[in-house]
């Protein structure tokens, strides 16, 4: 009988669970047991799903036949309508697969690449661990808090010439998860051309791509270099529906692009064989570019700008460095300049940093270091979306009084925003005990 497993594969050596997801359920736990936690460890848009989606998703409940692995055809043509129109760029339906969610087919393209991964410092959690366990190669290039985290072409070269596989990917994410940075047309531009003339695949993670503030407008890098790129994306953060699993990717128009795409659709066969068929069937209704629903995610975007900018503000305010949030619901904010602050509590290390925010204060927030950042950098990823949007009436009561004229700096006072004014004032205090 076996009893006790003498070994494991290796490539599992050192992962833990997604610390996104980790600290969710860490703070779900303390709000059961009835304690206070500001909830900034986790990034989830939390309006309410549009009507016309629940709708759709109700006569759809009855569909519950497998649909085709690379996704169903109604959707996959609207999927490739859409980001036509919204990226400016032509894609047709032969160049798209539906996934369960963006991150199952991120894994898909890596396995089926088996390339070098390069990574721009800092970089969502899970792009690294997914290429760990493929056994692929990972290196971060390295970045400066100064530049607000800006990706180095040069030092990214760096490391692509000390790169002896032929075969090289590129993960870009813009907006930034943790930055919220958005990179410029001018630098998309400049770095197409790199990657064009050093044979470099690019990822490009779009999920947030319609969650941009405004001050910097977003550009798909496949417009310049759409013989290299995988355009990535999905429903979860616009519409506010990360729970539904759906995540599309945009091959390149290429024979090469195609038979990449044809081993795709063999490991979506081969693991999740189809994404739910309600699901799908519902999901045609966010990508025909409805009036009331493009109206939405407008409104919710906007939302998402003013309560992100407000607390950016206010951070900066008590001496936090941050970075310029552009677009999605996340700041990077350092303490480097509290360092000797910082050392007298015995904190050296970003995750010590996180931990003790969490204890006393009740902040829950994401360390630097899960997303590439050197350990000792104290830089902790802070997520704005859940601040007072805990439960559905709250992020509906907040969504009504925007839609009904109240201004920004109304609906950030504190009668309107009671918990993040409390999760800025328990900041306050911590920063009192490091000057």
């Not at 309006?47 to 989606?53: M, Y």
């Not at 760990?132 to 490391?159: C, F, M, R, T």
């Not at 990822?203 to 355009?231: M, R």
């Amino acid at each position: 009988m076996i009893d006790k497993i003498t070994s494991f594969n290796p490539a599992f050596e050192g992962l833990v669970p997604s610390s996104t997801l980790f600290i969710n359920e860490t703070v779900n736990d303390l709000w059961q047991q009835g304690e206070q936690a500001f909830h900034m460890g986790f990034g989830e848009s939390r309006f309410d799903v549009h009507p016309r989606l629940k709708a759709s998703l109700i006569d759809n409940a009855n569909k519950k036949s497998y649909l085709p692995a690379r996704g169903l055809p109604q959707l996959i043509d609207r999927v490739a309508d859409y980001y036509s129109a919204k990226l400016e760029i032509p894609f047709s339906s032969s160049q798209v697969i539906v996934g369960p969610g963006s991150k199952s087919l991120i894994y898909g393209l890596q396995m089926i690449l088996n390339a070098d991964l390069f990574l721009p410092t800092p970089s969502w959690v899970s792009y690294a661990p997914q290429a760990q366990l493929l056994g692929n190669k990972v290196s971060y290039v390295p970045s400066a808090v100064e530049d607000n985290y800006q990706l180095d072409i040069d030092a990214l070269d760096v490391l692509v010439k000390n790169s002896d596989n032929p075969r090289k990917l590129l993960i870009i994410n813009s907006p930034n998860n943790p930055t919220g940075a958005v990179m410029s047309d001018a630098f998309i531009k400049q770095l197409a051309d790199y990657c064009r003339a050093n044979d470099i695949w690019v990822l490009s993670d779009e999920i947030y791509f319609q969650v941009c503030h405004g001050e910097v407008e977003h550009v798909s890098i496949a417009k310049y270099y759409p013989e290299g790129t995988f355009v990535f994306g999905g429903l979860s953060k616009h519409l506010s529906v990360g729970g539904w699993r759906v995540g599309v990717a945009l091959f390149p128009d290429t024979e090469l692009g195609k038979q990449l795409l044809e081993k795709m659709v063999v490991f979506a066969s081969e693991t999740w064989s189809g994404v739910s068929a309600p699901i799908q069937y519902a999901a045609i209704e966010a990508y025909q570019q409805h009036d009331d629903v493009e109206q939405y995610v407008v409104d919710c975007c906007a939302i998402h700008g003013i309560r992100t900018g407000f607390i950016r503000k206010e951070l900066v305010k008590l001496g936090v460095r941050c970075t310029s949030a552009q677009g999605g619901f996340y700041i990077a904010a350092n303490f480097d300049s509290f360092s000797d602050g910082l050392s007298k509590l015995g904190i050296n290390t970003a995750a010590q940093l996180a931990r003790h925010l969490l204890d006393e204060y009740h902040i829950a927030t994401l360390p630097g270091s899960d997303f590439g950042i050197p350990e000792h950098t104290q830089t902790l990823r802070l997520s704005t979306s859940y601040l007072d949007m805990e439960t559905e009436f709250d992020s509906q009561r907040l969504y009504d009084l925007y839609n009904g004229g109240l201004g920004s700096k109304s609906l950030m006072g504190i009668d309107n925003h009671p918990v993040t004014h409390g999760a800025l004032s328990a900041f306050a205090q911590f920063i009192k005990t490091i000057c």
